[in-house]
């Protein structure tokens, strides 16, 4: 369990159904307050062998259970989270930085859900069968659970995403080492001291907190983890794609986004500032999801702006404790550091900066003043080759730029490496689905955003990813298909 050490909280790994300590500990900090309050085991090869050497063990019974016996763990897991909501809730937010409302609203619930949601997705699904009676035989598909996966999760939604693997990997009857970012392991922690309780064997779930390239370097290069989930940076990406090559490992890669919004002259306004404001800046704008460049047709873009400019003037940022506020802080220093930068990038290439950053003021309480607070940033008259409009800036800071054509619309929506979702706002139904089927995006939400069913692929195009996620696609992922043939 965790010790306290001159009042910081520390953390310990769970491996094989034990907490185990580590040698050397990470500083984590509280965000809001940019004060140090947990110490992360800062683990290595040696840890994550003693892990994977567990999950290995663990997976011969594991898979050998029926998806009616394991998904009765999933829905147990749900319910022990759920009973202890307001625990997780204050945790996932003192760690993240994100206002205690998102986590009650969202990202507690949402992890609760995803074990219910596979519990019941793994039970009904079907497999493949074709006759080939001119030559007596009878050909059917089997899908069998891969082993040992390794998962690597985020900061920005830390327990929501890492269940959101977790789940359709033991629910298909793996085994499972995961690395929680260090910034954000708090949650993870908590909900390993579930798992017993849960009725969840040894071995079948580790969780293996440090940094990524000792920790989640060791896990993706070991030779017996045979498939690599992960969430995060494309660069990142990239190096996890190099070290599983040798071993022709399954990757599934969920990256980044730099996600436009269209917005055509037949909109309706009210709706879509609202929705735009709510996607260009939720979670401090720290989601893979988040609109970071809205393109307006011209003959409405002066009364746009505006608008759009006043109602982000309204989303407050403040104290993650306080229900008012609809922002907290950014997860770092050095995130608030590189977000900021991009603010100033854009200023000095002309760009003009109508509110947020270094115009609005924040009035923090005294005990938030060292924290990671920045306000709800718009900025327009930035090329579409500048920077600030083709890298994933990640923070509270989203761009506004007029159009005059559909297809001009289109080719700058697309004109980015990324590819991960895009919204389109019109009243035209010819329209929306003709927009939406030439945007590079594995997802495209019309008057709405983040509105989403579990069952339907989740994933992006071009740089933002390889894969997808969901019901179907997570199962078989998660699953290696046999063919089998009969001769009768």
């Not at 519990?119 to 659970?145: F, I, K, W």
């Not at 997860?331 to 990038?345: G, Q, T």
């Not at 990813?465 to 089998?484: A, C, L, M, P, Q």
């Amino acid at each position: 369990m965790a010790k306290t050490s001159e009042s910081h909280l520390v953390l310990e790994n769970f491996i094989g159904g034990k907490f185990l300590s580590c040698g050397s500990h990470i500083d984590s900090y509280d965000p809001s307050t940019g004060k140090v309050y947990c110490k992360v085991p800062d683990s290595g090869k040696e840890e994550v062998d003693a892990a994977v050497a567990a999950a290995k063990e663990a997976f011969p019974e594991w898979s050998a259970r029926s998806p009616e016996q394991r998904a009765q763990i999933l829905y147990k897991l749900a319910e022990l989270i759920e009973a202890k909501l307001d625990e997780f809730v204050k945790a996932e937010s003192k760690d993240q930085g994100k206002t205690v409302t998102l986590a009650r609203t969202v990202d507690i619930p949402r992890a609760a859900y995803n074990f219910r949601f596979f519990a019941s997705s793994v039970l009904h699904h079907l497999t493949e069968c074709s006759q080939l009676d001119h030559m007596g035989c009878l050909n059917y598909t089997v899908r069998c659970p891969v082993g040992v996966a390794g998962l690597i999760s985020p900061w920005n939604l830390p327990l929501y995403l890492l269940t959101w693997k977790i789940a359709p990997a033991i629910a298909a009857g793996n085994t499972v080492v995961a690395k929680p970012s260090e910034m954000t392991s708090v949650t993870a922690w908590m909900m390993c001291k579930l798992m017993e309780q849960a009725g969840v064997p040894p071995g079948v779930v580790n969780i293996v907190f440090g940094t990524g390239p000792k920790a989640g370097d060791a896990l993706v290069g070991h030779p017996d983890v045979p498939l690599v989930s992960f969430t995060g940076s494309t660069a990142t990406a990239q190096r996890i794609t190099e070290r599983c090559a040798p071993y022709c490992k399954k990757l599934s890669l969920e990256l980044g986004g730099k996600n436009p919004a269209i917005v055509f002259a037949d909109a309706d306004l009210d709706q879509c500032i609202e929705t735009t404001v709510r996607s260009s800046f939720s979670n401090q704008g720290e989601i893979c999801l988040c609109t970071s460049r809205i393109y307006v047709e011209r003959s409405i873009y002066p009364a746009f702006l505006q608008r759009f400019v006043a109602a982000a003037r309204k989303w407050k940022t403040g104290a993650p404790s306080d229900p008012s506020n609809n922002n907290g802080a950014l997860i770092s220093k050095e995130h608030l550091e590189k977000v900021r930068s991009f603010v100033a990038l854009a200023k000095s290439e002309g760009g003009t900066i109508h509110c947020g950053e270094g115009v609005d003021e924040l009035d923090l309480p005294e005990e938030n003043k060292a924290g990671y607070f920045m306000p709800a940033t718009v900025i327009s008259g930035v090329s579409d080759s500048s920077r600030v409009m083709q890298d994933e800036i990640f923070g509270p800071v989203t761009c506004v730029s007029p159009f005059d054509t559909e297809d001009e619309a289109v080719s700058r929506g697309n004109g980015v490496r990324y590819g991960l979702s895009a919204t389109v706002w019109s009243r035209d139904v010819g329209r929306v689905h003709r927009v939406a089927r030439r945007l590079q995006a594995g997802l495209v939400w019309t008057n709405c955003w983040m509105v989403r069913d579990l069952n339907l692929p989740f994933g992006g195009m071009k740089n933002s990813g390889v894969g997808r996620e969901g019901g179907k696609d997570s199962y078989h992922f998660f699953t290696e298909v046999k063919s089998i043939t009969i001769k009768h």
